[in-house]
């Protein structure tokens, strides 16, 4: 099994419409979580961390699920702006700085 | 947004050139890290410094040579490249080991 697998997409979708994306993990011990967005040929900006509890900025909500080993993105009400690449990243326990990136899922929405 | 800025955003270099990639962060951090990103690959993480130390090597060729003098500045030394070097190579830095990273905008190297 991949340390990190995202579906690489692309994802199509209509503007306003919802979109979810999931990143399944290998490794249990694995702590920390973030979601980054990269635009075409420009740098990974980091989108939002993810917590156990979950968390929700605006339109963007994230999710943990340990048991399952995986994180999700969900979207809502999406923009041409939120055409991007999205990657996940690990970081393992024990003041880890090796994060684990995924490849990105991309997204695509149009008008 | 200039948190993290790096020099040259471009860098045009022959095989048997030597040349340096500068980083500079303004976020108080005390992690940077240097990325290589070649076309449809993954990001692949080159060295971390935390602190001013080396905490991390990731089997990079000894062509790359980094330089953290201080907790704000990164450099990486280029020598005797080869082609396939040619890629975006991005600094990032985070307040430490478990935190989300910054980049900046990256160097893109075309080797030739």
């Known amino acids: 099994r991949k340390e990190v697998e995202q579906d690489p997409g692309p994802f199509n979708v209509p503007e306003g419409a919802t979109v979810a994306f999931n990143c399944t993990y290998s490794?249990?011990?694995?702590?920390?979580f973030f979601w980054y967005r990269q635009d075409c040929r420009k740098e990974p900006k980091l989108l939002m961390s993810?917590?156990?509890s979950g968390n929700e900025d605006g339109r963007f909500t994230a999710q943990l699920n340990r048991a399952s080993q995986y994180i999700s993105l969900l979207i809502r009400d999406s923009k041409l702006s939120d055409s991007a690449t999205y990657l996940c990243?690990?970081?393992?326990?024990?003041?880890?700085?090796?994060?684990?990136f995924g490849r990105g899922t991309s997204l695509i929405v149009h008008p | 947004e200039t948190g993290v800025t790096q020099t040259p955003r471009h860098l045009v270099m022959g095989m048997t050139n030597k040349k340096s990639l500068k980083c500079e962060q303004h976020l108080g951090h005390n992690a940077m890290y240097w990325y290589k990103q070649s076309a449809k690959k993954p990001l692949e993480l080159m060295f971390v410094?935390?602190?001013?130390?080396?905490?991390e090597n990731n089997s990079v060729p000894s062509r790359f040579s980094p330089e953290c003098p201080n907790s704000s500045h990164l450099f990486l030394h280029l020598h005797t490249l080869q082609p396939e070097d040619s890629a975006l190579y991005l600094c990032a830095s985070s307040q430490g080991s478990g935190w989300g990273q910054f980049f900046g905008p990256g160097t893109r190297l075309t080797v030739l």
């Open positions: 490794n249990s011990a694995s702590q920390s």
């Open positions: 410094y935390s602190l001013e130390e080396r905490v």
């Open positions: 990243v690990f970081l393992a326990s024990g003041g880890s700085y090796i994060p684990t």
């Open positions: 993810v917590y156990s």
